[in-house]
């Protein structure tokens, strides 16, 4: 499986936004980039995901890098509620017959008041 | 939608005893997942099935686990016996086929082996 590469811990202030980046050098042409969050004591969530055009919904937007070896997950601004566990992961778009999903230690975004 | 369902949320047994997790997915989802959370190994898939059936159990650990999926709505991942080490947090989580990847996971069963 591709590997993903991510800051251990990030901070940021309330109701400014946050970049949060993701490499994933050895992306291959038909894996998908996924971002899923972990609130503490919760279960992993899903944020977006993206393949090679960037992507914006109502949590966040991803930005690809045009050679796809990267990416950027945007919070437009950031809320305590957006203190999590912020997981960067590649999935195959075709699978080849399994759906696993390798989360990674992924990286902790702090936010301070 | 009620979201995938777990039960217990929280369980302490003493080592040797049998551990038995249990879940219902979102209904109609067609994955049903276990993962596994430690502080020293993240998150890790246990097992997956599909249509209710086994398809990757490559991640269980050893054969003190094992995974059951009767039918659509419940599934059960026992640890018998349980041992300390298998102190985690154990999330199940669902995912409709052609959902465009999405997999919702419940809100975990926080395990103690003592």
């Known amino acids: 499986d591709a590997k993903t590469t991510q800051p251990n811990s990030m901070e940021s202030n309330e109701e400014e936004p946050v970049h949060l980046p993701c490499n994933h050098s050895?992306?291959?042409?038909?894996?998908?980039i996924h971002w899923y969050r972990q609130l503490p004591s919760q279960g992993p969530e899903y944020v977006i995901h993206g393949l090679t055009s960037n992507v914006n919904n109502r949590m966040a937007s991803l930005a690809i890098a045009e050679d796809r070896k990267s990416s950027t997950l945007i919070l437009h601004r950031a809320t305590l509620r957006d203190a999590a566990v912020y997981y960067c992961?590649?999935?195959?778009?075709?699978?080849?017959?399994?759906?696993?999903?390798?989360f990674g230690k992924g990286m902790k975004l702090t936010v301070n008041p | 939608d009620a979201g995938v369902i777990q039960s217990p949320r929280h369980e302490v047994t003493e080592m040797g005893q049998e551990v038995t997790l249990r879940c219902k997915p979102i209904s109609g989802h067609d994955y049903l997942f276990w993962y596994r959370q430690t502080m020293m190994r993240g998150l890790e898939l246990l097992i997956y099935?599909?249509?209710?059936?086994?398809?990757?159990d490559s991640g269980m650990p050893e054969d003190r686990f094992s995974a059951k999926m009767p039918n659509a709505s419940f599934s059960t991942l026992k640890i018998q016996p349980s041992e300390p080490r298998d102190s985690a947090v154990y999330f199940c989580?669902?995912?409709?086929?052609?959902?465009?990847?999405?997999?919702?996971f419940g809100e975990g069963s926080w395990l103690t082996v003592v």
């Open positions: 992961i590649l999935r195959d778009k075709f699978q080849g017959g399994s759906e696993k999903l390798v």
């Open positions: 989580a669902s995912r409709l086929d052609h959902s465009g990847n999405t997999i919702y």
């Open positions: 050895t992306i291959s042409g038909t894996d998908y």
């Open positions: 099935f599909n249509n209710n059936v086994p398809i990757d």
